[in-house]
């Protein structure tokens, strides 16, 4: 069974840092790409990171960039996000996802639909 378990996230003031992380479990996803993708209150998901399964290759949107760095851990099978400079507009339901499909090394999934597997997700709120 595959599994996708994120954890850290919790209250923070404007201005402050967090770090994200997500296990995964029942298989390797050493070669595929993965990303985090969050969910507002009433509102749509939206990726803010991927990373290629190198490692080599990171996006993110206009949004986050400067503020969220992704990264992974081969070794131990998981993936981070780490988020600097928070704001309000970023309290959401964070979710770590992976693609079930074999790419290129620099290859990132930017579309929700190219993730087949997603965790639960982890509350982040942003206070003012």
């Known amino acids: 069974q595959v599994q996708l378990v994120e954890s850290g996230g919790g209250i923070v003031q404007a201005g402050g840092s967090l770090r994200l992380s997500c296990a995964a479990s029942?298989?390797?996803?050493?070669?595929?790409?993965m990303g985090w993708i969050r969910q507002p209150p009433g509102k749509e998901r939206e990726l803010v990171a991927a990373i290629s399964w190198s490692g080599s290759r990171t996006y993110y949107p206009d949004s986050v960039k400067g503020r969220f760095t992704i990264s992974k851990n081969d070794a131990e099978n998981r993936i981070y996000l780490y988020m600097n400079s928070l704001k309000p507009d970023d309290t959401a339901v964070y979710s770590c996802?992976?693609?079930?499909?074999?790419?290129?090394?620099?290859?990132?999934?930017?579309?929700?639909?190219?993730?087949?597997?997603w965790g639960q997700g982890t509350q982040v709120t942003v206070s003012s």
């Open positions: 029942g298989r390797s996803f050493l070669n595929n790409p």
């Open positions: 996802a992976a693609s079930a499909r074999y790419t290129g090394s620099t290859y990132t999934a930017r579309g929700l639909l190219e993730y087949d597997y």
